[in-house]
């Protein structure tokens, strides 16, 4: 993979695809990182592939997706919403890298068509596949009102800080900040708001990407 946070500025919400399924090439390789995460996290993982009902591919603009026949079902142990989220946005930059678009769904899908295995949740849908567009930038709300301490903050602190900012969350809320919690030590809270346990995943997904898991460790309240 190229510089992460390069991968993390390149990527954006798509909703309106290609109507088209993923190259052969394409599906190996993010079939291959699916096992390998699933080996890793314990969850069930799959990709879907030129599978078009659970976004009607043929019916446009529903739930304001169009042309979607491709995505990755976030299925795992129940109660994990938090490495739902952390695993799936790994996932996300993958196929960013690889020049797969992509949106976080946690409505809009036929639910009927993704059924979860005994004792296993769906937490969300991802959709794949290659965008009309690239989609835009979210709008962000000021460094300083999201991540704490940032003056003087070591470089690992401020690449995670920038990282954690460029994070996609539920209707662009970013409901979470984060501070430091003594010299190597990170805490973050996730605010009310929906899937809010799901974004803090993909919140610590990119501060840690970016900032380097070596360089610090997570606060752990009691």
């Given amino acids: 993979m190229e510089d992460i946070l390069s991968v993390m500025k390149k990527r954006h919400s798509v909703r309106r695809y290609k109507n088209l399924p993923l190259t052969e090439e394409h599906a190996r390789l993010i079939n291959e990182e699916v096992e390998k995460v699933n080996a890793e996290s314990g969850f069930s993982i799959r990709l879907m ?11 446009p603009h529903y739930g304001s997706f169009a042309g979607c026949r491709n995505y990755l079902v976030i299925e795992g142990p129940k109660k ?23 949106c976080w769904v946690a409505l809009t899908y036929e639910k009927s068509k ?4 005994e004792g296993r949740e769906i937490y969300v849908v ?13 709008k962000s709300k000021p460094a300083d009102k999201l991540v704490k301490g940032l003056e003087g903050a070591p470089d690992w602190y401020r690449k995670g800080a920038e990282g954690a900012i460029l994070a996609p969350t539920a209707i662009n809320q970013q409901q979470f900040r984060i501070e430091p919690c ?4 990170v805490k973050i809270k996730a605010l009310p708001g929906p899937c809010r346990k799901i974004d ?9 990407a970016c900032a380097g898991k070596e360089n610090f460790t997570w606060f752990e309240e009691d």
């Fill in 49 to 59: 592939v030129d599978e078009p009902e659970a976004f009607k591919a043929g019916k």
């Fill in 80 to 102: 994990n919403d938090e490495l739902a989220g952390y695993w799936g946005e790994h996932l996300v930059l993958f196929a960013q890298n690889l020049g797969v678009n992509s």
């Fill in 114 to 117: 993704v059924k979860a295995g």
């Fill in 126 to 138: 991802i959709a794949l596949g290659y965008g009309e567009s690239e989609g835009v930038p979210h």
């Fill in 182 to 185: 003594g010299e190597n030590t």
């Fill in 200 to 208: 803090l995943g993909i919140v610590k997904y990119h501060f840690e």
